[in-house]
T-cell receptor, first 112, second 108 residues
Framework: GAGVSQSPSNKVTEKGKDVELRCDPISGHTALYWYRQSLGQGLEFLIYFQGNSAPDKSGLPSDRFSAERTGGSVSTLTIQRTQQEDSAVYLC??????????FGPGTRLTVT | DAKTTQPPSMDCAEGRAANLPCNHSTISGNEYVYWYRQIHSQGPQYIIHGLKNNETNEMASLIITEDRKSSTLILPHATLRDTAVYYCIVRNNNDMRFGAGTRLTVKP
């Protein structure tokens, strides 16, 4: 079946511009997560959505970062006024229960 | 900070069992141990998880010590395609804290 998909796969943007990253979770998965991974580093938790509950935003590094999940399905991660330190791979994952998360291929963001 | 400690790298001969250790001495009673792996340029892949008992699935086995302070992921017959970074994670609510992991290299 279809897995988690993310778009775009690569994004190059100029410093100061806003970017939107999209995640399509596995159909029926109620939970959705965003992470980022800097080069050679582990994953950094950003935000978590579960059903209609208020999202857990505890991992967002600054107020330039925001995310929404429309209709309990597709999610968009928005980074405003991008900085060079925002360059990373942004990974989305979804899960049906509290156990296994299934990851997408990621979006590689490069801020020049 | 990650709540787990893993060796940074390991090698394994193709066809042999790969045993990847993980220390999680501060684990709480209701926290699960999860294993994921990440093959170069791909998103992490779920492997297995456990609480107290040993677990086995089609990918691997997970051995958790009785005191739950450490665990071992076993790939029974490693193949070249198992070369990846393996992450041991103790789940704390929604925050799956991935550490640096163990880079496993399977050699022919």
């Amino acid at each position: 079946g279809a897995g988690v998909s993310q778009s775009p796969s690569n994004k190059v943007t100029e410093k100061g511009k806003d970017v939107e990253l999209r995640c399509d979770p596995i159909s029926g998965h109620t939970a959705l997560y965003w992470y980022r991974q800097s080069l050679g580093q582990g994953l950094e938790f950003l935000i978590y959505f579960q059903g209609n509950s208020a999202p857990d935003k505890s991992g967002l590094p600054s107020d330039r970062f925001s995310a929404e999940r429309t209709g309990g399905s597709v999610s968009t991660l928005t980074i405003q006024r991008t900085q060079q330190e925002d360059s990373a791979v942004y990974l989305c994952a979804s899960s049906l229960d509290v156990y296994a998360q299934y990851f997408g291929p990621g979006t590689r963001l490069t801020v020049t | 900070d990650a709540k787990t400690t893993q060796p940074p790298s390991m090698d394994c001969a193709e066809g042999r069992a790969a045993n990847l250790p993980c220390n999680h001495s501060t684990i709480s009673g209701n926290e699960y141990v999860y294993w994921y792996r990440q093959i170069h340029s791909q998103g992490p892949q779920y492997i297995i998880h456990g609480l107290k008992n040993n677990e086995t699935n089609e990918m691997a086995s997970l051995i958790i010590t009785e005191d739950r302070k450490s665990s071992t992921l076993i790939l029974p017959h490693a193949t070249l395609r198992d070369t990846a970074v393996y992450y041991c994670i103790v789940r704390n609510n929604n925050d799956m804290r991935f550490g640096a992991g163990t880079r496993l290299t399977v050699k022919p």
